[in-house]
Nanobody
């Protein structure tokens, strides 16, 4: 199994920045892609950004130019640098690890990001 622990959420004013971290442990050899998803109140979970082992990156259109995903393979950690935050970025942010060979997705418990004056 793979365990994912997120950190770095909190309350920030519009225009501010936050950095989320997600540390993976356990059967980390299973992990191919890692990424971040978010779920706002009353909405479905949506993709924010993903990054492969070879650092191929994909962003949701809504965060392009504002968010940056990165990955430290030796530390088994993925980061999400969020700049120019907007109230509509308010959500619970979930870390995801995907295993292609095992066809499984692993999820963290989530960290709340609130963007408010």
């Amino acid at each position: 199994q793979v365990q994912l622990v997120e950190s770095g959420g909190g309350l920030v004013q519009p225009g501010g920045s936050l950095r989320l971290s997600c540390a993976a442990s356990g059967s980390i050899f299973r992990i191919d892609d890692m990424g971040w998803y978010r779920q706002a109140p009353g909405k479905e979970r949506e993709l924010v950004a993903t990054i492969t082992r070879s650092r191929v990156i994909n962003y949701a259109d809504s965060v392009k130019g504002r968010f940056t995903i990165s990955r430290d393979l030796p530390k088994n950690t993925v980061y999400l640098q969020m700049n120019s935050l907007k109230p509509e970025d308010t959500a619970v942010y979930y870390c995801n690890a995907h295993s292609g060979i095992f066809a499984m997705d692993y999820w963290g418990k989530g960290t709340l990001v609130t963007v408010s004056p």
